[in-house]
């Protein structure tokens, strides 16, 4: 699988961005996805995963209830979709796929994760 994110850029704190991840392969909808990001000298962080299906979604505390994330398996793709961002959301985000569907606090730990995206920069301004 091979994994291709996008849709990050400059936004105001408050503001929303929605970032896109398109995977390869006919065997996408088999795959639970995740996203994580990684500011400047911090290590990466889960941030919300979704099932294959898309019928279970987890989130980290700090974007409950701000972030959403989706999938369309018609189209290989997965979404993340963030409202009211904050300065400290800023990093650059990844997308992540797991062929083993371990449940939600699997989907939670980075190394559960086969397959990874180059990333896109989130940067969010005061």
């Known amino acids: 699988v091979q994994l291709q994110a996008s849709g990050g850029g400059l936004v105001q704190a408050g503001g929303s961005l929605r970032l896109s991840c398109a995977a390869s392969?006919?065997?996408?909808?088999?795959?639970?996805m995740g996203w994580f990001r990684q500011a400047p000298g911090k290590e990466r962080e889960f941030v919300a995963a979704?099932?294959?299906?898309?019928?279970?979604?987890v989130y980290a505390d700090s974007v409950k209830g701000r972030f959403t994330i989706s999938r369309d398996n018609a189209k290989n793709t997965v979404y993340l979709q963030m409202s009211s961002l904050k300065p400290e959301d800023a990093a650059v985000y990844y997308c992540?796929?797991?062929?083993?569907?371990?449940?939600?606090?699997?989907?939670?730990?980075?190394?559960?994760?086969?397959?990874w995206g180059q990333g896109t920069q989130v940067t969010v301004s005061s």
């Open positions: 979704i099932s294959p299906s898309g019928g279970v979604a």
């Open positions: 392969g006919r065997t996408f909808s088999s795959y639970a």
């Open positions: 992540a796929a797991t062929a083993t569907d371990g449940g939600t606090y699997y989907y939670r730990i980075l190394r559960s994760y086969d397959y």
